[in-house]
């Protein structure tokens, strides 16, 4: 039996986890715990960016306007990044790696390595290059995590939380989404152009 989940198990199975979040601790968000490791990694090399202050209501400051916004939150989860936030994106990569290797042990013969790695309508349309491959898929890692910090919260916190939440920001940001990836996607994978069926 294939050890996949059918879409829809999936999406009801995504849906209980955020609910249960929101519910017991806190909406779910990822991409500001990028900003709180580069802050880590920062203040390993400047100690002098993130200070304990009894002026701010999380106890610590930072001179950088960003880590010392809403009272040095920011600045106290560098600090101290054992938190909730920071364990669950860690956890998360964790669950990615046992996923995919949990993929592998049950792929059958049509989901063979290369096809992993690599899918075929990437092969048809741009060719069987790794290092085009591995390079798209950061600058894409790259402007999706930009967005989402000019944005102010990731798909996760805008639009899977968000919307869960009725918040506005979270429908807006949605159609945002859509309204670019959709088209993008058609344009990178037009039928047409790359002699697929």
Sequence with gaps: MNARLPWLAGGVLLAMSFFLAVMLVKPIGVSTQFVIADAMAWNQLDNSIITKSAETKSGYASSNAYLNKSGGKYAKHAANPMNYSFIFVLA???????????????????????????????????????????????????LVLYGARMAGGCTSGHMMSGIMQTSLSGYIFTLGVFATAIPVAMMMFNSKSNGAV
Excluded: H, I
């Design 92 to 142: 998360m990569m964790a669950g990615a790696g046992l996923s995919a290797l949990l993929s592998k042990s049950n792929a059958t013969p049509q989901q063979d390595a290369a096809e992993r790695e690599m899918p075929q309508v990437w092969r048809q349309r741009f060719g069987s290059s790794k290092a085009l491959r591995y390079t798209a898929a950061f600058g894409a890692g790259f």
